[in-house]
């Protein structure tokens, strides 16, 4: 994962001659963080029925056993590794929780003055219900609190007749996207 800018001009080549190939392309988008709060508070009404909360230590692999499969991720090894930032310095998860489940996650990690959001996920049978924007908002708010004036996100790219609902989403609480990317992959 390289960002476009920072490509060597001979990319080409090494693509080639390291046998790479394209993945997904991703979108970077960054507001600073007052925008954004001002837009995302107007925007996070849940369900009734739904909440938001800080997950505890205790929560942590729930969290990741919602987060990593709906990006796809169902190896044993790689949710116990996102369980393993739940409770570290710097780092804060959200989960919206429908009863006693969760049924979507966040998380940002604090990097002095810059927030960086990801993991956003939400179950399919409860999207469209406000979880990602109210996981937004309280994202934001958090970085704001912990003296954060930039924040940063990054979500799909859309291909012509595609629609994701989280580029959408951030765009409409006031991110600006930054530049596309592409996930270089290798194969020996």
Not at 70 to 98: I, M
Not at 118 to 124: E, I, P, R, V
Request: aromatic fraction near 8%.
């Amino acid at each position: 994962m390289i960002t476009p800018s920072l490509l060597p001009p001979d990319w080409t080549s090494v693509v080639g001659k390291l046998n790479l190939s394209q993945g997904d392309r991703l979108v970077k988008l960054g507001c600073d963080v007052e925008t954004v709060l001002a837009a995302t508070e107007e925007a996070a009404a849940l369900a009734p029925e739904l909440r938001v909360e800080l997950v505890e230590a205790d929560q942590a692999h729930e969290f990741a056993t919602v987060m990593m499969p709906t990006f796809g991720f169902t190896s044993p090894g790689l949710t116990d590794l996102a369980a393993s930032c739940v409770g570290k310095p710097d780092w804060q998860q959200y989960a919206v929780w429908e009863g006693k489940r969760m049924i979507a996650v966040g998380s940002i990690f604090v990097n002095g003055e810059c927030a960086d959001m990801f993991g956003g996920a939400t179950l399919a049978e409860a999207r469209g219900l406000g979880a990602q924007s109210a996981l937004l908002a309280a994202r934001v708010r958090a970085a704001q609190a912990a003296g954060c004036r930039w924040i940063v996100a990054e979500t799909g790219a859309e291909d012509p007749g595609d629609h994701n609902t989280s580029l959408h989403n951030m765009v409409r609480a006031g991110f600006e996207p930054l530049y596309e990317r592409t996930t270089w992959l290798w194969r020996g």
